[in-house]
């Protein structure tokens, strides 16, 4: 007589599919990783010059030039020039940073990832 047994376990088709899934997730985390990583680095920058206590007093410029030598300390390479966008009326003070970064994950496959974001301080 024959003994039914149950099937147990994965085939190797199913294993190698799933190697390839994990190696698909894995090679898409470590090229998008950074470009976060460096995003909170300029989030943190942006958010550490509205916390300036005499912030509203500073011009646009030295606004500007004190988030550029926050991203040359922290090593943030992906703002462009024209990415900071400053707006005072009187002791109120917007600064907007409105960036794109274009990762390439394969051969002609590219993720393009946007990012916006605003601090506020002082008084309206």
């Given at each position: 007589m024959y003994s039914l047994k149950k099937q147990q376990g994965m085939t190797a088709m199913g294993i190698v599919f799933m190697l390839i899934g994990l190696g698909v997730?894995?090679?898409?985390?470590?090229?998008?990783?950074?470009?976060?990583?460096e995003h909170g680095k300029v989030k943190s920058a942006l958010e550490s010059v509205g916390n300036l206590t005499d912030v509203e007093t500073k011009s646009k410029s030295e606004i500007k030039s004190s988030l550029k030598k926050r991203f040359l300390t922290n090593g943030v390479e992906s703002v462009p020039k024209g990415a900071i966008e400053i707006t005072k009326f009187g002791n109120y003070i917007h600064v907007q940073i409105q960036y794109e970064v274009e990762v390439?994950?394969?051969s002609n496959l590219y993720a393009l990832i946007k990012?916006?974001?605003?601090v506020e301080a002082g008084s309206q």
């Open positions: 997730i894995v090679m898409l985390a470590l090229k998008i990783l950074p470009v976060y990583m390439l994950l394969t990012f916006d974001d605003e």
